[in-house]
């Protein structure tokens, strides 16, 4: 090994052995946490990006793939409880691949594929089962394909053709969906569903659509669409109408200082209704018209001859002989044009009954007001209709204004607190982060003074031994610098030295050199450490 790098390693040795139980273990300390965050960043720099492989898998299939996965020594993660599999970017495409070779994922809606499997033999039960079971599988799959929705399902209730029209019934279809974590399906989303089910479907109406999610929740009902049942109708007027008011009364008798409570009746049922109207068209003619006209003369003959006239009991009454018999009739037949309307009308439930809107002002903010003209401009807001029933109540009363206290100190103590607790946190990252700092710099300060001191009091004793004239002779063999003083020890050897090495004699005279003048010493050392550094 070269001599530098002996007499480097020997002095960091020697710097080390040196150092006192605080300095080790701070240099310790400074080591292990940077060690650690040269494997933090080489494990964080190393990593592969992970990308979903397959998501929405089932069970079996999951399995499966994994399988290849682990055959193929291919690292993966699970996520959305083992649904969705990630694997490293670079190999998803090669996976992909592989899994369509080996006909995985197995399990899927299958869609139109279906029917290419059906054989000959297939009865018609089957194959009316195969295709609502296509249809379904291709709308679960373009249901799947929207925006946060992660899988979705479709049955289908298609009734058999009968031939009494009368005992026909509409076709219905349910849909369940599953969203994605966090995700919630706008009523754009879902009538969107209602309108691609429904219209997919002979004779379906958007109304005998069912949407559920994965929550439970009632998307859409069958017979009242989207909307919702009465009971969700009403809830959302009611927050409606008192969010108006609400918002009103706010900028009348400002915020905190009025209250809105807004009941709503509406209908639970749901009728069909059909009405036909006739009307006269005004100077129309006459569709068709018919005239009929009998005319009958004669003149009297002999008495048996004569025209008589029933009399009582059905008997012929004679007229009187010699008479002329005259006889005319006339009938006459229109056929009139007329308007006639057929209105056909759907009356869903959810229809208002009746509501009642109350309305309390705290008597503090309200003494100026006038209770006729806030009363109106409440009716006005949440459409009240007097002849429907709806009612509308204002009274001024006095508020509690110890709850808003209460609630006030708390919230302030609460928001005191949390921002207590932001400040002792970003206090005690700080402190940790800059005594780390501080500790390392220190650790890197004092090393680094260490070996300068080590740097400045190691002299290579062959540099000693070749110096010696210049410590034992007036004359200088070698330039010296400026401020350099040639020092003078004393050539001839004391019995002391006898017998002793050049190089044992040569540390003895130096010590004793510096015994008896160290500034001079100190002085000449330093002028031959600065010879020694690199240009």
């Given at each position: 090994m070269p001599r530098p790098v002996t007499n480097a390693l020997q002095s960091l040795g020697r710097g080390i052995q040196s150092f006192s139980v605080?300095?080790?273990t701070v240099a310790i300390i400074g080591i292990a946490v940077l060690v650690l965050g040269i494997s933090a960043l080489t494990m964080w720099a190393s990593k592969p990006a992970y990308t979903p492989l397959f998501s929405g898998l089932s069970g079996a299939d999951a399995s499966s793939i994994v399988d290849q996965l682990?055959?193929?020594?291919?690292?993966?993660?699970?996520s959305d409880g083992g649904a969705t599999i990630l694997v490293p970017e670079a190999s998803v495409y090669d996976e992909r691949l592989k899994a369509a070779a080996a006909g995985l994922p197995t399990s899927s809606t299958g869609g139109y594929a279906l029917l290419d499997k059906m054989g000959v033999t297939s009865s018609e039960f089957q194959q009316s089962v195969?295709?609502?079971r296509a249809i379904e599988g291709e709308l679960a799959n373009t249901i799947g394909a929207m925006k946060g929705v992660k899988t979705a399902s479709v049955r289908l209730a298609i009734p058999k053709d009968s031939v009494f029209v009368s005992e026909k019934s509409d076709p219905t279809a349910s849909v369940f969906v599953a969203t994605e974590n966090g995700v919630n399906l706008s009523s754009d989303q879902v009538q969107a569903i209602v309108h691609l089910t429904s219209a997919s479907i002979e004779g379906m109406k958007p109304a005998d659509v069912a949407v559920i999610d994965a929550k439970g929740i009632v998307l859409s009902a069958v017979g009242t669409g989207t909307t919702g049942g009465a009971d969700q109708q009403a809830s959302d007027y009611?927050?409606?109408v008192r969010g108006a008011v609400q918002a009103m009364l706010d900028r009348v008798v400002g915020p905190g200082n009025a209250t809105v409570v807004v009941a709503a009746d509406m209908s639970a049922q749901s009728a069909q209704r059909v009405e036909e109207s006739f009307t006269t068209p005004t100077n129309a003619p006459s569709l068709n018209e018919a005239v009929k006209t009998e005319t009958y003369s004669g003149t009297g003959g002999a008495a048996g001859s004569a025209?008589?006239?029933?009399g009582p009991d059905n008997i012929a009454v004679p007229a009187g002989a010699g008479k002329d018999g005259t006889f005319t009739s006339s009938d006459t037949t229109k056929n009139n044009a007329v308007n006639k309307v057929t209105e056909t009308r759907t009356i869903p439930?959810?229809?208002?009954?009746?509501q009642t809107v109350s309305v309390a002002l705290n008597k503090d903010a309200a003494a100026k007001l006038n209770i006729s003209d806030v009363t109106s401009l409440v009716s006005s807001a949440a459409g009240i209709d007097t002849k429907r029933g709806d009612a509308v109540t204002v009274q001024v009363v006095s508020f509690n204004g110890a709850g808003a206290a209460d609630a006030a100190t708390a919230l302030a103590a609460a928001d005191a607190s949390a921002a207590a607790d932001r400040f002792a946190g970003i206090l005690r990252v700080a402190i940790i982060t800059v005594g780390?700092?501080?500790t390392f710099m220190l650790g890197l300060l004092l090393y680094a003074r260490r070996s300068r001191r080590q740097s400045r009091e190691a002299i290579e004793l062959d540099e000693m031994i070749e110096a010696r004239p210049v410590l034992t002779a007036p004359v200088v063999p070698f330039p010296m610098p400026a401020a350099a003083t040639p020092l003078y020890i004393d050539p001839t050897p004391t019995v002391a030295f006898a017998g002793l090495p050049d190089a044992d004699r040569m540390r003895v005279e130096i010590d004793a050199l510096a015994q008896?003048?160290?500034?001079?010493?100190?002085?000449?050392?330093?002028s031959l450490m600065d010879d020694r550094q690199p240009v």
């Open positions: 605080a300095q080790r682990r055959t193929d020594s291919i690292d993966y993660q699970l195969t295709y609502k009611e927050q409606r025209a008589g006239v029933l439930a959810g229809s208002m009954n009746r780390t700092v501080l008896r003048d160290p500034g001079k010493t100190a002085e000449y050392l330093r």
